[in-house]
């Protein structure tokens, strides 16, 4: 598998066109979201959203809020 930007967003391909969610975690699950035509376009299967939910609410249930730095016009 190699990395791949498509449409500013990366994948992980395959030899035979298939591209994969990207996940920079080595031991991840690569899972399939749609394939690379020919001319080089991105086609999604119709029901990315479905296999990608899980994944998404997983990353979701992780991240936590971060205090902001204050703007420059606030501090005069």
Request: proline content about 7%; glycine content about 6%; hydrophobic content about 30%.
């Amino acid at each position: 598998m190699q990395r791949e930007i498509l449409d500013g967003v990366p994948f992980w391909s395959d030899k035979d066109n298939k591209l994969y969610y990207y996940d920079t975690t080595p031991a991840a699950t690569k899972v399939c979201i749609g394939n690379k035509s020919a001319d080089g376009l991105l086609q999604l299967l119709p029901n990315y959203e479905q296999i990608l939910a899980p994944l998404l609410a997983s990353y979701r249930s992780t991240i936590t809020g971060r205090s902001r730095k204050p703007s420059e016009a606030k501090k005069k």
